[in-house]
C-alpha cells in the first residue's frame, strides 16, 4: 500500500470517528482531507505506479469496470480510497448511491452539474424529465470537489489530457440513495445496474442481423416496436436509430412508437437525436489527442449557449474566442472516403466539389455561420440554394451551439442566404 495514501486514509478515518460516523459530514470531512494532503502536488505518479505493481501489499481490489483502471488504494469497511485513471474515457452524466470527495491528481476536467427536474417514473428505473444545466466548470489539478449522494449531485466529467488520474475518497454505498441513475440529455433517467438480459439479448441478434444486411432488419423492428412496452421499446429504439436512419427506415419506426405510447412518447424524440450527436462527439474524442481540440469536443458536449462557449474558451485561452474555434476547425477539417467533415457535419457531395475545394468553401462557410455576417452574393460561385445547402448542413450539427442569435424577425434562411 503506498504510505501518502495509508496516511491520508487513517486521517480520514480519525476525523470522521470523532463525528461518529455521521454521514452527512462525510463529504466535507474527505474534501478538506484531500485539500489538506494535496495529491496533485505530493504524490510520485510513476513511484505509484511502480509500488503497485511491484509489491503484493495492496489493499482489496475489485473489478469494477469504473476507470481505465481503478486502483483502490486504501480500503476499510466503512469508506475508501480510489484512483482513477482516464484515458479516453468521457463519463455519462449521473449521480452517486456513495459519498465523499473526488481531486483532480493528474490532468484537467470539463466538469458539469445538473438538476433534473418534473421527474416522474415509468418503471423504477427509467424515469422521464427534464435535465437542466446548472453550472460548468474547468478542474485544473489540485481541484477537491465533494460528491453527495443522491439526485442532489447530477454531474459529468470530461478529461481533457491523456492519461488524467483522479483520486476519490468515498464510501462504500449509502442506504437509501439508489438508484444510481444515468441520464441521458435531456428528458431521460435510467438505471444502469439494472439488467434486462432478455433485451441485452434481443440488441444483440439485431447487431447481427445489421452486420449481415438482413433484408427482414426494418420490419422486424416494426413488429417488435409495436409489441414491446415503453421501456423495452426505447431501449431497442436507442440500439437501432443509426441503422435505422441508414436504411431510410427511421421515420416509419418511429410513428409506430408513437402511434404505441402517444405523449409519453414525445420527450423521446429530442433524447434519442441527442444520442447520436452525442456518440458521434464521444467517439471522435478517441481518435483526437490534442487538448485544445479535446477542450472544444467537451465543450460542444456540454453547453449549449453560444456565450457560454465562447467565454470558457477565452478563460483557458488567450485571443479572439471565434478566431480560435475558426483555426480549431481548420485543424480538425477532415478528408475521408466518405466525404470531408467538420465534426459531425459533412460536406454537401451532391454539390460536386472535389474534395481540395470542399474544405477550403466548408471552412469559410463555417466562418460566416459562425460570425453571423452576411454571405456575398455567389459566395464560391454558388448559387443561393446551394450556399443554403451547406449552412443548413452546419445548422444541424454541433456547430448550431454556436450560430449566433437570429434578430428578432428574421428567419434562419433570411440571415444565411441573403
Ligand atoms: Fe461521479
Redesign the pocket.
Same mark, same amino acid.
Given at each position: 500500500m503506498d504510505p501518502f495514501f495509508k496516511k491520508l486514509g487513517d486521517s480520514v478515518y480519525a476525523q470522521w470517528k470523532k463525528q461518529n460516523f455521521d454521514l452527512t459530514l462525510f463529504p466535507e470531512t474527505a474534501r478538506k482531507a484531500l485539500e489538506r494532503s494535496n495529491p496533485s502536488h505530493h504524490v510520485d505518479l510513476s513511484e505509484l505506479i511502480h509500488e503497485f505493481l511491484i509489491s503484493d501489499e495492496q489493499p482489496f481490489q475489485t473489478s469494477s469496470g469504473f476507470g481505465q483502471p481503478e486502483l483502490i488504494a486504501y480500503d476499510n469497511p466503512k469508506f475508501y480510497i480510489q484512483l482513477l485513471f482516464w484515458l479516453d474515457g468521457t463519463?455519462d452524466i @449521473?449521480q @452517486?448511491e456513495f459519498s465523499g470527495a473526488f481531486h483532480v491528481m493528474k490532468g484537467s476536467s470539463i466538469h458539469s452539474h445538473y438538476d433534473f427536474v418534473n421527474a416522474r417514473s415509468v418503471t423504477p428505473h427509467f424515469c422521464l424529465g427534464d435535465l437542466k444545466l446548472k453550472n460548468v466548470q474547468i478542474l485544473e489539478a489540485g481541484s477537491t470537489v465533494p460528491?453527495t449522494s443522491g439526485k442532489s449531485c447530477i454531474?459529468s466529467l470530461f478529461h481533457l489530457e491523456t492519461p488524467s488520474v483522479t483520486v476519490v475518497i468515498r464510501t462504500h454505498t449509502d442506504p437509501g440513495t439508489g438508484p444510481q441513475f444515468t441520464y441521458l440529455p435531456h428528458h431521460v433517467a435510467l438505471d444502469p445496474v439494472h439488467q434486462d438480459p432478455l433485451t441485452m439479448r434481443r440488441k444483440q441478434l439485431l447487431d447481427v442481423l445489421e452486420r449481415t444486411g438482413s433484408p427482414d432488419y426494418g420490419d422486424l423492428v416494426a413488429e417488435m416496436i409495436r409489441e414491446l412496452d415503453f421501456e423495452r421499446g426505447f431501449f431497442i429504439l436507442q440500439n437501432c436509430i443509426g441503422h435505422l436512419g441508414n436504411l431510410g427506415e427511421w421515420d416509419r419506426i418511429w410513428h409506430l412508437f408513437e402511434k404505441r405510447h402517444g405523449s409519453l412518447a414525445t420527450p423521446l424524440a429530442p433524447t434519442l437525436r441527442e444520442i447520436i450527436r452525442r456518440d458521434a462527439l464521444t467517439a471522435m474524442r478517441s481518435t483526437i489527442e490534442d487538448v485544445e481540440h479535446r477542450f472544444f469536443l467537451a465543450l460542444l458536449l456540454n453547453i449549449e449557449g453560444r456565450d457560454e462557449i465562447l467565454q470558457m474558451i477565452g478563460k483557458k485561452y488567450r485571443g479572439a474566442s471565434l478566431f480560435t474555434v475558426n483555426r480549431w476547425a481548420s485543424e480538425l477539417i477532415q478528408v475521408t472516403d466518405s466525404g470531408s467533415w467538420l465534426l459531425d457535419a459533412s460536406f454537401p457531395e451532391e454539390l460536386g466539389f472535389e474534395p481540395e475545394d470542399q474544405q477550403q468553401i466548408f471552412l469559410e462557410a463555417l466562418s460566416y455561420f459562425l460570425s453571423g455576417e452576411k454571405m456575398p452574393p455567389k459566395f464560391q460561385g454558388l448559387s443561393k440554394a446551394e450556399a443554403f445547402r451547406i449552412v443548413d448542413v452546419l445548422d444541424k450539427s454541433s456547430w448550431k451551439a454556436l450560430r449566433p442569435p437570429l434578430p428578432s424577425g428574421k428567419s434562419k434562411t433570411r440571415l444565411s442566404r441573403s
Open positions: 463519463t @449521473h @452517486h460528491i454531474h
